[in-house]
């Protein structure tokens, strides 16, 4: 659990800043918005709807990767029975489904930086880099320090997504756990 916890906040933590940073660059209003709801859709879906639309992407047969997969000439793989994918496949739709939720505070924390910042440092001839680290990263950094410690607490708590994906835990075949027993 705490090697999980340890992965998913070392991958997981820095998608909705990036993203943010990147988004906060985009001009077109309007295509702006649906970015923003797109992304944001899946936060407002329960755990269980997440972890079922990720069995049913990763299916062997009827699943949109694997046909993704075949299509370009390889074989189907079985993401959902290899002790190998799962961490990847864990800490993905962790992020597929709480980083559109995460970005919004990003986005949120970088509206109130004032742009006669930004317009200043380009007129000084700083890069895009360069603002991102004197400038975007100070502002931002009083959102991203409790939000740090508060997603690493909620990804210590990953029982029910695991049970979830994995129907029972790993090392329960599908076919021989019923509900109820108590002997494994």
């Not at 029972?168 to 075949?173: D, R, W």
Request: charged content about 10%.
């Amino acid at each position: 659990t705490l090697l999980i916890g340890v992965y998913n906040q070392l991958f997981s933590f820095p998608v909705p800043i990036i993203f943010a940073v990147f988004f906060n660059e985009i001009k077109h209003i309007k295509f702006k918005k649906t970015v923003q709801t797109i992304t944001y859709m899946p936060s407002l879906l329960s755990i269980v709807v997440i972890c079922s639309m990720v069995i049913d992407m990763l299916s062997p047969s009827t699943g949109i990767i694997n046909k993704l997969i075949v299509a370009l000439g390889g074989e189907a793989i079985y993401f959902m029975v290899k002790p190998e994918w799962f961490r990847t496949v864990y800490i993905v739709s962790g992020i597929w489904a709480t980083f559109g939720n995460s970005a919004v505070i990003y986005i949120a924390a970088l509206g109130n930086i004032d742009s006669q910042l930004y317009e200043a440092a380009t007129i000084d001839g700083a890069s895009k880099f360069k603002m991102f680290y004197k400038i975007t990263l100070p502002y931002i950094i009083f959102v991203t320090t409790p939000y740090l410690i508060g997603s690493f607490v909620g990804n210590i708590n990953s029982f029910n997504t695991i049970f979830l994906l994995t129907n029972g835990g790993p090392g329960i075949p599908n076919s021989t756990y019923k509900a109820g027993q108590t002997d494994l």
